[in-house]
């Protein structure tokens, strides 16, 4: 199995890299996103540039990051961790369309006859998804790290931090596409996976923490934010990145999400791999 599943994986990452458009659109796309959403939510810009006697505007501005934000130093910093999930969601959403193009030209057919298990035609696309997701993901945090204003690492960040941050975001990817192509299995048209992919994405996001804190929502909305994968892996994020050193009350935070996020990787991994074991078939 694991022959073929790598196989089937280097195909789809052959597909993407020979599609140049593709590749700039994914490198490009997320620096777009993190400049409009950064600028757009910022809520330090709710505070007018105006003088008045008395008051440092600048020092309002940073008691907003400090009690609403976490102690990030701007906002990119504390948006960067909700800037990788949405790449990662956004990635991830696709996952199955090559199931479903390959279903049209009558190229899973083919696959289906081949002496592969079922299971590695599901987690190519899936490992191909991750690996481009998380390609996305390193390029967007470089650039953060260079654009005026933008993402501050704490002084005590370190590369077991890193590893950290990359390590949720791996999961929430893995969870994500497995979810997706999971669901495209038995789809047959593409325009029927496009109009699921915009049914689901834009909820996961905004109802998350990857904007803005979940103690600015709603009381429903907060109950609904607080078991989005994406508020799990951005918190996660954000606790590396912002503070550097983990303390004991954060340390149970981290342990939390994280097994959150590998409790929901595996769930729709063993989905996707049921999936594909009774539901793909040649037609």
């Not at 696709?94 to 035609?121: C, E, H, K, Q, Y």
């Amino acid at each position: 199995m694991l022959a073929g599943t790598m196989a089937l994986t280097v195909r789809e990452l052959k597909k993407w890299i020979r599609t140049p458009p593709l590749v700039f659109t994914a490198l490009f796309q997320p620096l777009v996103w993190l400049a409009l959403f950064g600028n757009a939510f910022n809520p330090t810009n709710l505070v007018p540039n105006i003088s008045i006697p008395g008051v440092n505007l600048d020092t309002i501005r940073q008691s907003i990051l400090t009690q609403t934000f976490g102690g990030a130093p701007n906002y990119i910093t504390y948006l960067t961790g909700g800037i990788l999930c949405l790449i990662l969601l956004f990635n991830a959403a696709f996952s199955g369309m090559s199931i479903v193009f390959d279903r049209r030209f009558s190229i899973l057919n083919a696959l289906l006859a081949a002496p592969i298990p079922r299971t590695s035609i599901f987690l190519s696309r899936v490992l191909s998804s991750v690996v481009k997701g998380m390609i996305q993901a390193v390029v967007i945090f470089g650039l953060a790290l260079v654009i005026p204003n933008g993402l501050r690492l704490a002084p005590g960040f370190s590369g077991l931090d890193l590893l950290g941050v990359f390590s949720v975001m791996f999961l929430l990817a893995f969870g994500f596409a497995s979810m997706f192509t999971a669901i495209s299995i038995r789809i047959a048209k593409w325009e029927t996976l496009i109009a699921v992919v915009n049914l689901l994405n834009l909820p996961l996001l905004f109802a998350s923490s990857a904007l803005l804190p979940i103690s600015s929502m709603p009381d429903w909305l907060q109950m609904v934010a607080k078991v989005n994968p994406i508020s799990r892996a951005a918190e996660t994020a954000r606790i590396f990145i912002v503070q550097g050193s983990i303390n004991a009350t954060d340390m149970s935070t981290v342990v939390f999400d994280v097994s959150f996020l590998v409790g929901f990787a595996l769930l729709f991994t063993i989905v996707g791999v049921l999936a594909s074991r009774l539901a793909l078939r040649a037609e």
